[in-house]
């Protein structure tokens, strides 16, 4: 299994690895506490060597606690395997892509 890896660098969490079943549980847990207290306002998707729709789901998932904090956020860099896969889930029109 992969090692996904996270580094915040000011307003943008920067996720390097795979964002498939094996590593979003893990990666939710260790930016849980993050997202409670001071969600970034980017996070770039540059590092993804491989994502699914794990990876997507911890996206929507993400983009919720940044709303319920009242922050803004937008995802950068955002791999065409991921974008496929948001727009076959109609959620291009709900995720905020740049």
Known sequence: MATTTTDRDGETLCIRGDLDFDSVAELWNATE??????????????????????????????????????QA??????PEQMRAIIAIADLDTV????
């Not at 990876?55 to 919720?64: D, I, K």
């Not at 956020?73 to 955002?78: A, E, R, Y």
């Open 33 to 70: 506490s993050l997202f409670a207290a001071t969600p970034p306002s980017r996070i770039d998707l540059s590092g993804i060597r491989r994502a699914n729709s794990a990876g997507v789901a911890l996206l929507v998932e993400w983009f919720g606690q940044a709303r319920r904090q009242g």
């Open 73 to 78: 956020l937008v995802f950068v860099n955002v």
């Open 95 to 98: 995720l905020p892509l740049a």
